[in-house]
């Protein structure tokens, strides 16, 4: 794997636009916080059910919001000069990966790390 290489003109304005649709598709589709509702109850049970749903409902909205974060941390990167440059290891991530996933900040080997290390901590199942 090549240690540094930097990106053509021409490739930075493809990575570019693909990360500025992908955003915009994400974006459109995102739930939104307003549909979080606070809706007091008085049977205990209808205020536990809500509370549940509200949890779930905050949980969908975070989790949805984790990739278009990834995509607008890519687009910084192609604004400083890191784009295509491992965060974990400071080597060339690799085209092909960048093709599959241009919101990526670390190489596969790194990325093989990370989740290597989260299935230790058991904060992730292999099921998953």
């Known amino acids: 794997m090549e240690r540094f290489r930097t990106l053509s003109k021409l490739e930075i304005?493809?990575?570019?636009?693909?990360?500025?649709?992908k955003y915009a598709e994400l974006t459109s589709?995102?739930?939104?916080?307003e549909n979080i509702t606070i809706d007091r109850r008085?049977?205990?049970?209808?205020?536990s059910v809500l509370?549940?749903?509200?949890?779930?409902?905050?949980?969908?909205?975070?989790s949805?919001?984790?990739?278009?974060?990834?995509?607008?941390?890519?687009?910084?990167?192609?604004?400083?000069g890191a784009y295509g440059t491992c965060e974990g290891c400071g080597q060339w991530i690799g085209k092909k990966r960048l093709d599959a996933v241009?919101?990526?900040?670390?190489?596969?080997?790194?990325?093989?790390?990370?989740?290597?290390?989260?299935?230790e901590r058991g904060i992730f199942s292999k099921a998953a």
Do not use: F, G, H, M
């Open 64 to 80: 949805s919001a984790t990739l278009p974060r990834n995509v607008i941390a890519a687009l910084w990167r192609i604004e400083s």
């Open 102 to 119: 241009a919101w990526t900040s670390l190489c596969i080997k790194c990325q093989q790390e990370l989740e290597r290390q989260a299935l």
């Open 42 to 47: 008085s049977d205990a049970l209808d205020e």
């Open 29 to 33: 589709s995102l739930p939104r916080r």
């Open 13 to 21: 304005i493809k990575y570019k636009a693909l990360l500025e649709e």
């Open 51 to 62: 509370a549940a749903d509200r949890e779930i409902q905050v949980r969908a909205l975070d």
